[in-house]
C-alpha cells in the first residue's frame, strides 16, 4: 500500500512516500512559516524522484494537530484535496500521537509535547502495545487522557495525578519511567523536571523532530482495521482559538471596540476568528 504522508503542523515540516517493506523518500526540513509554499513542492519532487505518479497512490495520511493554526491547515487541505481528487482513502493522526509513535519502543509512558504559546504546552500522553507476528514487532498507541494545553507545571501534576494512576488496575507499576518528547525549549523541559517526581527522562531534540514516515505507518495501522476519514469532514485540531482580533482599521466602521480571543470567557466572535475554528 503506497501511501504519502504529509506534516507541516510546526516549523518543522515532513513528507513521506512509502510502502510496507519500501521508503521510497523522505524530506523533514525546517519549513519556517513557508508551509503552503514548500509543501507542494516537496511532494512533487518526491515523486518524480521515485519516479512515481500521484495516481499511484493508494491513500494520504496527514498530521492534524494540534500546531501552527496556519500550518495545520495546509498539510490537512492539501490532504484532503488529494484523497478527494483521487479517490482515495484518507487518514488523520494527531500531530501529538505521531511524535509520541517515534518513541514506541520505550517500556513505559511517552508524554508527547509542542510549545502552544503564551507559556503553554500542548500535552498527550500514550503507552504504546507491543505485538508479534511471524517474527516482527509492531507497536500501537494506546492515549491515556485527553489533549491537554497547560502550562509545563500543570502538566507535571496532570500525569502524576491523572495519567499514571490509571496504570494501577491494569497491574502496571507506578513507578514507570515517563518520557517526555517533542519540540520544546530549555524553560519547558526546566520545568518539568522540576516538578516531576520519580524516573523521569527527555528525548534528544534531534530525535523529537517529526517525521512522516512514521506517521504513514500509524496510518497503514488503520488503514488495515478498515478505519479512514471523510475528506470532507477531516477538520484540524485545534485545542484552543486562535489570537486573532479584528482590524483597528474596520473599528470606525463597525462601531465596536477590538475584541481578542484571549479575553477569558468571551462569547464574541469576528467572521475571521469563526473561518480559523472551521479550517
Known amino acids: 500500500m ?27 526540513w525546517h519549513v519556517g512559516n513557508n508551509h503552503s509554499v514548500e509543501l ?72 508527547s509535547l509542542l510549545e502552544a504559546g503564551r507559556s503553554e504546552l500542548y500535552a498527550a500522553c ?10 516482527v514487532v509492531t507497536y500501537r498507541p494506546r492515549q491515556l487522557g485527553t489533549y491537554q494545553v497547560l502550562a509545563p507545571r500543570e502538566i507535571a501534576h496532570y500525569v502524576q495525578s491523572q495519567v499514571l494512576p490509571q496504570l494501577e488496575p491494569a497491574g502496571e507499576i ?22 516531576m517526581s520519580g524516573p523521569t527522562f527527555f528525548a534528544p531534540a534531534i530525535w523529537s523532530v517529526r517525521r512522516a514516515s512514521v506517521l504513514a505507518s500509524l496510518a497503514r495501522q488503520r488503514l488495515a482495521e478498515q478505519l479512514q476519514d471523510d475528506p470532507l469532514a477531516l477538520e484540524p485540531l485545534y485545542l484552543r482559538r486562535p489570537s486573532i482580533t479584528t482590524s483597528a482599521r ?26 480559523a475554528l472551521r479550517h
Open 40 to 111: 507542494l513542492e516537496r511532494v512533487q519532487r518526491l515523486l518524480a524522484e521515485s519516479e512515481l505518479v500521484m495516481s499511484a497512490l493508494d491513500g494520504v495520511a496527514v498530521a492534524t494537530g494540534p500546531g501552527s493554526f496556519n500550518g495545520v491547515r495546509v498539510a490537512v487541505a492539501t490532504a484532503k484535496t488529494l484523497a478527494f481528487a483521487l479517490r482515495k482513502p484518507l487518514v488523520g493522526i494527531s500531530t501529538l500521537e505521531a511524535g509520541a509513535a517515534q518513541h514506541q519502543q520505550w517500556p513505559g509512558l511517552v508524554c
Open 250 to 275: 474596520k473599528q470606525p466602521l463597525l462601531g465596536k471596540k477590538t475584541i481578542s480571543t484571549d479575553q477569558p470567557n468571551n462569547q464574541h466572535n469576528t467572521e475571521r476568528e469563526e473561518g
Open 126 to 135: 500514550y503507552l504504546f502495545d507491543g505485538q508479534e507476528h511471524d517474527g
Open 2 to 28: 503506497l501511501l504519502l504522508a504529509l506534516d507541516t503542523s510546526t516549523r518543522q515540516a515532513s513528507v513521506a512516500l512509502c510502502n510496507e517493506e519500501r521508503l521510497y523518500g523522505e524530506y523533514t
Open 174 to 195: 507506578r513507578a514507570v519511567p515517563c518520557l517526555f518528547c517533542g519540540e520544546i525549549d530549555d524553560r519547558s523541559r526546566q520545568a518539568l523536571s522540576t516538578h
